[in-house]
């Protein structure tokens, strides 16, 4: 009998000794997503056989199944079949109203696994302060950036409400103004648009660049040229939306003779660490519905979709003008080439994030941002590529610059994420097909998030 003791006793010790070696594997508590293919936003190959640890809102640890232990106390959630992958990062929107239609956008976003998001442009000193205060981290709500009101040439693209000075002094003084609200962002619309000749100059740009980066902010530019792109680059930018393919024209569209950027373009693009979010759903979005209305069957897409915008979608009229337009072609074409400067300026290793004008009509919050990855894909670039440049790429372009601790599944990094029941890699759509949202390390209800008619 005393024997036996000292045996168990001896065995007692031994087993305490293995678990004090593995002391941090056993801190009690947390999720652990157990069996499912991780994704983890890096561009590491995907892990089969997956288990992610989350607790106090963070990844704990990701891994495969065998280097990855489950804490004792975790709660288990059997994730075979499904694959997790980071929570999407969208640095285009235009959040709309005041803070009750903001929350909606917000919810209609955490629903389709939307986490962080940069409104660019459109923001109010009310909606800043508002969005300052959600970018802080609460749950219901993703981590929202914001470039407050942008700047524009005075007579130029859609000027009403936006900043557009006429002296340097001027220009100054309302970088200023922005930055003083705390604004992460200056947004230039460097464009011809409505007309050519009333782009923002290249000195009043090199100003506007100059007094953000004093005051805090990153200069990023609505560019649709590459000469414009160079001169910003010389001045110190480094963000850009939309392409260097100046297809606007008549119609909606037209194909340029030479859409391909130069050598010299893309090199210094690279050498600067350039980042782009070429926004291409505020384009193709002018006909998607026209060519596939059956989409518009989705009830929860008809829930996030702009009422008026939606209404126009709904009429076969409407949608008949669109695809028997003579110019149609021509714009299907122009589009090509905007695809195609994606996969060039990707394929040359230079940053691409993803973005799509959320906000504006055609293009509804969450939702929009799985159709602009399979846009990505149809452009050329893989279904792995474009998770990588929808989530890890897109959190190294928000200040502080290269240091996100999110937009990645792995250890240390805040938990937002999605768990999706089919496969990406194999069907990028896949991403529409969500099981379950992580914000903050906390499950979204999402029953509760789409807007009642
Ligand atoms: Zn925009």
């Known amino acids: 009998m005393k024997r036996l003791s000292v045996l168990a006793l001896g065995i007692g010790v031994v087993a305490m000794g293995c678990v004090e070696a593995q002391a941090p594997v056993e801190e009690p508590g947390g999720i652990a997503l157990v069996g499912g293919q991780l994704i983890d936003g890096t561009g590491s190959d995907p892990v089969a056989d997956s288990v992610v640890v ?27 079949g499904k694959t997790i992958i ?26 389709y696994g939307v986490t962080t998001a940069r409104s660019i442009g459109s923001d109010s000193p009310e909606a800043v302060a508002y969005l300052l205060e959600a970018n802080a981290g609460r749950p219901g709500a993703p981590r929202p950036y914001t470039a407050g009101i942008g ?81 910003l680059m010389e001045a110190g930018g480094r963000d850009f939306l939309h392409t260097t393919v100046r297809t606007f024209g008549p119609g909606g569209g037209t194909p340029v003779d030479d859409p391909e950027p130069s050598a010299a373009f893309l090199q210094m693009a690279r050498d600067n660490g350039v980042g782009f979010t070429p926004t291409l759903s505020i384009i193709q979005n002018g ?14 897409l ?37 695809q195609d400067f994606v996969k060039t300026i990707h394929d040359a290793g230079i940053k691409v994030a993803l ?59 805040v938990a937002d994420l999605i768990v999706l029941n089919a496969d990406p890699l194999a069907d990028i759509r896949n991403t529409l097909e969500i099981d379950r949202v992580m914000r903050l390390g906390e499950w979204v209800d999402r029953e509760e998030l789409l807007p009642t008619p």
């Open 54 to 80: 989350i607790r106090d809102g963070r990844i704990v640890s990701a891994g495969t199944r065998e280097a990855t232990p489950v804490p004792t106390g975790a709660e288990v959630i059997d994730a075979t």
């Open 86 to 111: 980071p929570g999407l990062v969208n640095l285009h929107v235009h959040y709309r109203g005041g803070p009750e239609a903001i929350e909606q956008q917000f919810r209609s976003q955490l629903y």
């Open 151 to 231: 700047f524009s040439h005075p007579n130029g693209f859609n000027a009403a409400g936006r900043n557009a000075p006429t002296t340097e002094e001027e220009a100054r003084a309302l970088v200023r103004a922005q930055t003083d609200l705390g604004v992460h962002f200056i947004k230039m619309w460097v464009t011809e648009m409505p007309e050519p000749g009333l782009q923002i100059t290249p000195e009043m740009r090199t100003v506007i660049v100059d007094e953000a980066i004093k005051n805090g902010a990153i200069p990023v530019a609505h560019i649709d040229g590459e000469e414009e792109g160079l001169q």
């Open 287 to 300: 006909w998607h519905f026209a060519e596939r209305p059956e989409l518009l069957n989705d009830p929860a």
């Open 302 to 338: 008809r829930a996030v979709f702009n009422p008026d915008a939606l209404a126009r979608w709904d009429d076969p009229e409407t949608r008949a003008a669109v695809v028997e337009d003579p110019a149609f072609a021509d714009r299907k074409a122009a589009f090509r080439q905007l």
């Open 355 to 413: 973005g799509n004008d959320a906000g504006t009509p055609n293009v509804p919050f969450g939702w929009g941002m799985h159709h602009e990855m399979e846009l990505y894909v149809e452009a050329g670039l893989t279904p792995m590529q474009t998770i990588v440049a929808a989530t890890a790429t897109g959190a190294g372009m928000l200040p502080p610059v290269g240091q996100a601790d999110f937009g990645t599944l792995e250890a240390g990094k």
